[in-house]
């Protein structure tokens, strides 16, 4: 079994900051893609960033210089760090992981809510 658990959302200002993390755990044997996925009320989940296991790293167009994807493989952990938030930020974000157990899948967290006041 794989658990994985994100923190770090909230509510804060237009202008403000936060950062998320999320941890893996149980039997993983290896880790590969990290990243974060939002949903908005009524639109479709998109992926907002992502890093792979050799840390490349990509981003939706609507974050690039505002969002900072990162991982540190000795604790199975990915942080989002989030700038300059504005109120169209406001969603779910959900972390997901690509990991092997020994067969490659990809676990979800449950999400954790981000709310941008204007």
């Known amino acids: 079994q794989v658990q994985v658990v994100e923190s770090g959302g909230g509510l804060v200002q237009a202008g403000g900051s936060l950062r998320l993390s999320c941890a893996a755990s149980g039997s993983i044997f290896s880790l590969n893609f990290m990243g974060w996925y939002r949903q908005a009320p009524g639109k479709q989940r998109e992926l907002v960033a992502g890093?792979?296991?050799?840390?490349?790293?990509n981003y939706a167009d609507s974050v690039k210089g505002r969002f900072s994807i990162s991982r540190d493989n000795t604790k199975n952990t990915v942080y989002l760090q989030m700038n300059s938030l504005k109120p169209e930020d406001t969603a779910v974000y959900y972390c997901v992981v690509e990991g092997r157990t020994p067969a490659w899948s990809r676990y979800w967290g449950q999400g954790t809510q981000v709310t941008v006041s204007s």
């Open positions: 890093i792979s296991g050799g840390s490349y790293t």
